[in-house]
Antibody
Framework: QVQLQESGPGLVKPSQTLSLTCTVS??????????WSWIRQPAGKGLEWIGR???????NYNPSLKSRVTISVDTSKNQFSLKLSSVTAADTAVYYC????????????WGQGTLVTVSS | DIQMTQSPSSLSASVGDRVTITCQAS??????LNWYQQKPGKAPKLLIY???NLETGVPSRFSGSGSGTDFTFTISSLQPEDIATYYC??????????FGQGTKLEIK
């Protein structure tokens, strides 16, 4: 059974860079059959897709966040990571990592989510 | 940009009722439409993919239909454990994934 687990600081200061890691267990991130995505959800609001990465390192980002987002993969550790720069209070949200099958356009496995608060 | 309009935003129904939620895309998205259930404090759970396919392990009272721009999600007989917020999600060729605004389902 595939499991995803987000980790990283729960508090980030405004203008700094938010950094999160998703560790995948129960399956190899290098299998080549999946994209690996980041999605966020502000409290009481809807879901926003941030971006995705393939095992090769190829990335796609939400145009609304593209200038501030970097997603990377470390296949040796079975992890992928998110960096979001120049954060403001509007970036406060629960951040999820999720798996997206190559032949599909949906998210079949999700991490439990981690709350990141942007505050001084 | 493809806009998704999900309705209603909230819904109150009785146990045993048939419940329907709709999602409309601003342009043709073929069958690239999925449905998720999210309970408070939990990650979303995939219920229906590619508009009408039931994810493994999901009860058969959940179903989806539609193609092109108009999609429907149905719970045939509402159960107490179905209380949650439901989201549709579409994919376009940018590529980009977009979620609907959500429908909060409550028991009457």
């Amino acid at each position: 059974q595939v499991q995803l687990q987000e980790s990283g600081p729960g508090l980030v200061k405004p203008s700094q860079t938010l950094s999160l890691t998703c560790t995948v267990s129960g399956g190899s991130i290098s299998s080549g059959s999946y994209y690996w995505s980041w999605i966020r959800q502000p409290a009481g609001k809807g879901l926003e897709w941030i971006g995705r990465i393939y095992t090769s390192g190829s990335t796609n980002y939400n145009p609304s966040l593209k200038s501030r987002v970097t997603i990377s993969v470390d296949t040796s550790k079975n992890q992928f990571s998110l960096k979001l720069s120049s954060v403001t209070a509007a970036d406060t949200a629960v951040y999820y990592c999720a798996r997206d099958p190559l032949e599909g356009y949906y998210f079949d496995y999700w991490g439990q989510g981690t709350l990141v608060t942007v505050s001084s | 940009d493809i806009q998704m309009t999900q309705s209603p935003s909230s819904l109150s129904a009785s146990v045993g009722d048939r419940v329907t939620i709709t999602c409309q895309a601003s342009q043709d998205i073929s069958n690239y439409l999925n449905w998720y259930q999210q309970k408070p404090g939990k990650a979303p759970k995939l219920l229906i993919y590619d508009a009408s396919n039931l994810e493994t392990g999901v009860p058969s009272r959940f179903s989806g239909s539609g193609s092109g721009t108009d999609f429907t999600f149905t719970i045939s007989s509402l159960q107490p454990e179905d209380i949650a917020t439901y989201y549709c999600q579409q994919y376009d060729n940018l590529p980009r994934y977009t979620f609907g605004q959500g429908t909060k389902l409550e028991i009457k």
